[in-house]
């Protein structure tokens, strides 16, 4: 099973709304597509410096709007918590 698919069905086991595992799973999904794009390697960990560079890519070349990147964020954010809980982080 692929780590976004673990990220969902660790949302799901939290209780969350299928609208919250929907956009996280998303959220997480493209950025793993940009880091592994990015760095041609795979995702292990998530690093502050390649979220950095991250938000200032979804700014400058994706010219989204701050509710966006914040929404994106928050689900780096619980993607952080749930790689800690799965012993990666």
Known sequence: ????????????????????????????????KWFEGS?????????RQNILEYISYLKNVKMLNAKTINHKISSLAKFNEFLIQKGSQ
């Open 1 to 32: 099973m692929d780590v976004a698919k673990q990220f969902s069905s660790y949302l799901k086991q939290e209780n969350k709304t299928e609208n919250t595992v929907q956009g996280y799973t998303s959220g997480i999904r493209q950025y793993i």
């Open 39 to 47: 760095y041609d390697r795979k995702l292990t960990k998530l690093y």
